[in-house]
């Protein structure tokens, strides 16, 4: 049956054979239209907002670091004209438009995007158990959350996920915090000290000697078995979706006060790196919703991990990179995916420009150069887009971009990093310097 998928599609696409050799290609959505969002099914993005809102004061009483946000987990938008020049430097080529990473690298608690999902579906999870014991009152402050009685209540209660090791992190440290038990299912790609971390703050982390889905698979097995347990579901969750979406709202404030504008004639173009779709899936389909045709998403995988690029390309349902016999190892740990969110690709497909690949070689490139010219450290997956103007060349020309680059806006989003100890940053630096 396997083998079948891979001839099939060999004979009918030159695409797919680059990406069987793992060479980086970009594929660009033909099928994109510009239906209004509103026509894709409906999600409660105002809500989560509300919600987060509040939490704000639970959040900043536990994690001074989000006070000068009140509460709120947000990163800076900070504009990398060095980096700009870097690049133009190393392609001998000029690059139109502002340059800007979103630094969600620096996300306080957990230092990486599944700040914005993960721990939204945990406080979702424990506003709805407090509701329903009348613990705590929505017109009320929540801050009685933070009392002991309260915490054991929800001791009671196992949340179960199965992660790479961002998302098993985040939950980890909020989950822990609000005085849950947690479980996290880990992938092989897993790296030490993300396991570690969860163990020190009282974490229970299973170790598969597997890819990524199947720790999740079994993650969902487990809490089946308990009704006292809450499994978050990676590949299917609309809570996640939500909380990644509310990043939308805020790029579009900073944007906003930067005095940015994004209109017909400038277009704003946004780089998202991609595991199994949930985070740059919710950030783009709030994009989506604020800005419409003049934004311009693209998803961003490894070479040996294309997993959306190859289910919105082929059209197959569940097609996992493996049914291309490709490996799914790469470095970009949060990435090492082999097949994408089908909850996803069915809310997404229809709107976002494309996704395409790059080496691990140039994640390790772009991580030494970005640093070098901007002193920001981002872990190895949050490099993928950061390849983005590179690779959109051919989708410019298409949509009649070319004259409008000049003032377009593009964004990297940078996924994670904060975290990452210093002898494992330096390791990678050194080897990334000496491609460069
Ligand atoms: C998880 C993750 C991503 C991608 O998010 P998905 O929801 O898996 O697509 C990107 N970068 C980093 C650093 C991550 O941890």
Redesign the pocket.
């Known amino acids: 049956m396997k083998k079948m998928i891979k001839k099939q599609l060999l004979d009918n696409s030159p695409l797919v054979r680059s990406i069987i050799e793992y060479q980086e290609v970009c594929w660009i959505n033909e099928g994109k239209s510009e239906l209004p969002i509103a026509a894709i099914k409906e999600v409660n993005i105002e809500e989560a907002i509300k919600r987060l809102q509040r939490f704000a004061p639970v959040i900043a009483e536990w994690f001074p670091e989000t006070r000068s946000d009140f509460g709120l987990i947000e990163s800076p938008l900070q504009k990398i004209p060095l980096f700009k020049q870097a690049m133009e430097k190393r392609e001998n080529q000029k690059f139109f438009g502002n340059w800007f990473v979103k630094s969600?690298?620096q996300l306080p608690i957990s230092g990486?995007?599944?700040a914005r999902?993960g721990i939204y579906e945990v406080l979702k999870f424990a506003e709805k158990l407090a509701l329903e014991k009348e613990l705590i009152d929505q017109k009320e402050s929540y801050r009685k959350l933070l009392s002991p009685s309260i915490k054991s209540f929800f001791a009671d209660f196992t949340i179960i996920v199965g992660?790479?090791?961002?998302?098993g992190l985040s939950i980890g440290i909020i989950g822990r915090k609000l005085g849950f038990q947690v479980v996290v299912h880990m992938s092989k790609d897993a790296k030490t000290w993300k396991k570690n971390k969860l163990k020190e703050i009282g974490a229970t982390v299973i170790e598969h000697d597997a890819d990524y889905s199947v720790a999740v698979e079994q993650g969902r097995k487990e809490a089946e078995k308990d009704s006292f347990c809450y499994f978050i579901d990676?590949e299917n969750s609309t809570h996640?979706f939500e909380g990644?979406a509310t990043a939308a709202y805020r790029l579009k404030e900073q944007l906003h006060a930067k005095q940015i504008i994004i209109d017909e004639n400038h277009p704003l173009f946004v780089y998202?790196?991609?595991?199994?779709?949930?985070?740059?899936?919710?950030i783009s389909y709030g994009l989506k919703k604020i800005f419409h045709e003049h934004v311009h998403c693209f998803?961003a995988e490894p070479t040996h991990s294309p997993a959306?690029l190859t289910r919105l390309y082929t059209n197959i349902k569940n097609i996992a990179v493996q049914d291309l016999q490709l490996d799914n190892q790469t470095e970009?740990?949060?990435?090492a995916?082999g097949k994408?969110?089908e909850f996803?690709a069915d809310h997404i497909g229809s709107f976002i420009s494309g996704c395409y690949t790059i080496s691990d070689h140039q994640l390790f490139c772009l991580q030494a150069l970005l640093f070098e010219a901007e002193k920001e450290y981002?872990?190895?997956?949050?490099l993928?887009g950061f390849y983005g103007p590179l690779m959109i060349k051919a989708y410019t020309e298409k949509e009649n971009l070319c004259e409008k680059m000049s003032q377009s806006t593009h964004v990297f989003?940078g996924?994670?990093?904060m975290l990452v100890p210093e002898e494992i940053r330096k390791k990678q630096l050194d080897f990334g310097k000496t491609m460069l």
């Open positions: 969600d690298h990486s995007v599944k999902g992660s790479t090791g961002n998302l990676d996640l990644y998202l790196p991609c595991g199994v779709g949930g985070a740059p899936g919710g998803f959306m970009a740990d949060g990435l995916v994408a969110s996803v981002l872990e190895p997956s949050a993928a989003w996924t994670g990093g």
